[in-house]
């Protein structure tokens, strides 16, 4: 199994970002009449990232500790692994890390949450800095890349939660 290519696994669990990495927290409410259980397995089951043609090629259907997912990012191999996971009351996600062969290093994570009025909220957490050569070149607009990535999980999410079967309950 290959090893990760940072060494603060874990950190977005927490909520400590590590320093030498560009930042991002991006929350949105996924508005109403989306449940938490449409939301979780819309995210869960790799439909967000279909959503965004990125081709998931996941070791398992759904996202779970130690399950390797490969992304296309137009002819770009994007791997990663499944670091951590939360199910629970309210609250459902998870992170995952780069592995060799991501052009960034870091790590994502996809949280949502249910407030006390029912609403879903859902929150982008990550640290990246550039891993390769051609990231390197455009590490200046990697903050920005960053910012419009989280926007369209956003939108993916939102838009495969209200075709869930389970949006309704």
């Not at 070149?137 to 999980?153: E, Q, V």
């Given at each position: 199994m290959q090893e990760f290519t940072y060494p603060e696994v874990g950190a977005t669990r927490e909520g400590r970002l590590p320093d030498g990495y560009h930042h991002i927290r991006h929350r949105a409410c996924l508005g109403p009449g989306i449940t938490l259980r449409a939301a979780a397995d819309a995210l869960f089951d790799w439909r967000v990232h279909r959503r965004l043609l990125l081709h998931p090629m996941a070791t398992a259907p759904r996202a779970a500790p130690g399950v390797t997912v490969i992304c296309l990012l137009g002819p770009v191999r994007v791997p990663c692994r499944v670091v951590w996971t939360v199910e629970e009351e309210g609250r459902a996600g998870f992170g995952y890390g780069t592995l060799p062969g991501h052009p960034e290093i870091g790590e994502e994570s996809f949280v949502l949450e249910r407030d006390e009025d029912g609403l879903v909220w859902f929150t982008v957490t990550a640290f990246a800095r550039p891993g390769a050569w051609y990231t390197r070149?455009?590490?200046?607009?990697?903050?920005?890349?960053?910012?419009?990535?989280?926007?369209?999980?956003t939108m993916a999410l939102r838009w495969e939660s209200r075709r869930s079967p389970g949006v309704h309950e």
């Open positions: 070149l455009g590490a200046p607009a990697l903050p920005l890349l960053m910012g419009i990535f989280t926007r369209l999980y």
